[in-house]
T-cell receptor, first 113, second 111 residues
Framework: SQQGEEDPQALSIQEGENATMNCSYK?????LQWYRQNSGRGLVHLIL?????REKHSGRLRVTLDTSKKSSSLLITASRAADTASYFC?????????????FGGGTRLMVKP | SQTIHQWPATLVQPVGSPLSLECTVE??????LYWYRQAAGRGLQLLFY??????ISSEVPQNLSASRPQDRQFILSSKKLLLSDSGFYLC??????????FGPGTRLTVL
């Protein structure tokens, strides 16, 4: 079953605007990760936030985590046309076998120049 | 540095034909390896994972199987493809409880 669910499913903004994507999950996690996927390509890891962290920054990316609400958000500031891609959240599944990730359905972001 | 390879990049196969997709990782040892499938416009579904040579775990029942004959080689197979096996197949690795690194993917079309 889906662990992470992104919202919205699709987002269209103008270059320079901020883009906010949300992710909700159902069970306890060790960490939550955000990935980016350009069309027809593999996923690229963006940022990892651990369950004991509330906010994390990386360049123009800001991720928040609210474990009480089981939700996370990804904010991309001052968006560029090159940010056009699908963005996925992924939660780990605590297992002795290593960190299996459960991915949401993704948010398709389009940044218009 | 670490690199992950997948081939072929695209594949068109008839229903009932066999399948073999290969994934290899360079620059690391004893990685955890994963096979995912992604339907068009959807998220990733974990198919198989492996924590070592010969150790395969399946997440969902299906028409596919996986094998890990060497430490850095992960193979996805099928004896007889179904139409529903079409999709984008992604291999990934991780060294532990951190981010996963993905290969470029194989787009499989079953006709």
């Amino acid at each position: 079953s889906q662990q992470g669910e992104e919202d919205p499913q699709a987002l269209s903004i103008q270059e320079g605007e901020n883009a906010t994507m949300n992710c909700s999950y159902k069970t306890s996690i060790n960490n939550l990760q955000w990935y980016r996927q350009n069309s027809g390509r593999g996923l690229v890891h963006l940022i990892l936030i651990r369950s004991n962290e509330r906010e994390k920054h990386s360049g123009r990316l800001r991720v928040t985590l609210d474990t009480s609400k089981k939700s996370s958000s990804l904010l991309i500031t001052a968006s560029r046309a090159a940010d056009t891609a699908s963005y996925f959240c992924a939660t780990d599944k605590a297992s002795n076998a290593g960190n299996m990730l459960t991915f949401g359905g993704g948010t398709r972001l389009m940044v218009k120049p | 540095s670490q690199t992950i390879h997948q081939w072929p990049a695209t594949l068109v196969q008839p229903v009932g034909s066999p399948l073999s997709l290969e994934c290899t990782v360079e620059g690391t040892s004893n990685p955890n390896l994963y096979w995912y499938r992604q339907a068009a416009g959807r998220g990733l579904q974990l198919l198989f994972y492996s924590v070592g040579i010969g150790q395969i775990s399946s997440e969902v029942p299906q028409n596919l199987s996986a094998s890990r004959p060497q430490d850095r080689q992960f193979i996805l197979s099928s004896k007889k493809l179904l139409l529903s096996d079409s999709g984008f197949y992604l291999c990934a690795w991780t060294s532990g409880w951190n981010e996963q690194f993905f290969g470029p993917g194989t787009r499989l079309t079953v006709l």
